[in-house]
């Protein structure tokens, strides 16, 4: 892999195993168990087919495309917690994800032990994140509700929380997942200044987003995926304006 690639997909597809249906209806699934056990697990659903691309160091990219076309599945693979069904992964550099809202959080736990939790998750020493705890609540403006559990947290609390741990890891590779959507918009701003900051600093980001707006003003580079499938790779530029064709 050249040097420059920071993520590397190659005919990647990834399906997950469908169970719900029933095909003979209940009664005929009790009588022939193993049988109908074995045919629901061949069932699959595929959530990305031969995807190929290449992000290199230090570019910012959007993947964009309707809710169910496959883009959490696509940041799932670059932060290995997905295996793909074939093809192949290859990433280079420390991934510092912010997947879905609250992944890696207990709800029982209070947010300043999530931070303590989150930040081992992600490979950081206790000595390292007691470090940067303060700075990382500062950033958060979650006031005294850091220490109550966050189960009692809204969505926007929560990516407020996500999104500061995440602006205190030193990233090399940052995955944003749709989380800059739930804050508030002075809270969103504060994020997209980060992220700028990070571009700025060439750290490569990979990050998932509906906003036109925000795409336009953080990323050099959209790949929409339509149907699982790439539909469009390219500069924002050329890109966002048949999206909005397509969509709008
Ligand atoms: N764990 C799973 N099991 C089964 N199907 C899944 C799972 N995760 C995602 N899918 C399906 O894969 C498709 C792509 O999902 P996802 O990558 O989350 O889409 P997006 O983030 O673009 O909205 C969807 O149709 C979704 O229902
Ligand atoms: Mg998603």
């Known amino acids: 892999m050249n040097k420059s690639i920071a993520i590397q997909f190659n005919r ?7 169970y719900s249906h029933l095909g003979a209806g209940l009664k005929g699934f009790i009588f022939n168990l193993p049988k109908a056990l074995k045919g629901l697990a061949r069932e699959r659903f595929t959530a990305l087919e031969n995807i190929s691309f290449d992000i290199n160091r230090g570019e910012t990219v959007a993947f964009m495309g309707r809710n169910g076309a496959g883009k959490s599945t696509t940041l799932g693979l670059i932060a290995q917690v997905l295996k793909s069904t074939s093809g192949t992964v290859a990433v280079h550099g ?25 930040g081992v998750l992600l490979g950081l020493s206790r000595k390292t994140i007691k470090e ?6 500062g950033f958060s403006e979650l006031g005294n509700f850091i220490d109550q559990p966050i189960r009692m947290y809204s969505s926007g609390m929560l990516s407020r929380l996500g ?3 995440v602006a205190h890891l030193d990233p090399e590779i940052l995955l944003v997942d749709e989380v800059l959507a739930v804050g508030d918009i002075a809270f969103q701003e504060k994020c997209k200044n980060k992220i700028t900051e990070f571009k700025k600093s060439g750290v490569t980001i990979v990050l998932v987003s509906h906003s036109i707006d925000d795409v336009r003003k953080l990323c050099d580079r959209v790949i929409w995926i339509e149907n699982h499938k790439i539909q469009m790779d390219g500069p924002t530029t050329e890109v966002l304006p048949v999206y909005e064709k397509y969509f709008v």
Do not use: A, C, M, Q
Not at 94 to 118: A, K, M, Q, W, Y
Not at 132 to 137: A, L, P, R, T
């Open 132 to 137: 940067k705890e303060d700075s990382i609540i």
């Open 12 to 18: 990647v597809s990834k399906s997950y195993p469908i």
């Open 94 to 118: 420390r991934v510092s994800p912010l997947l879905e809202l609250g992944g890696g959080f207990h709800s029982d736990l209070t947010g300043r032990e999530n931070i303590l939790l989150n």
């Open 163 to 165: 999104f500061s741990v």
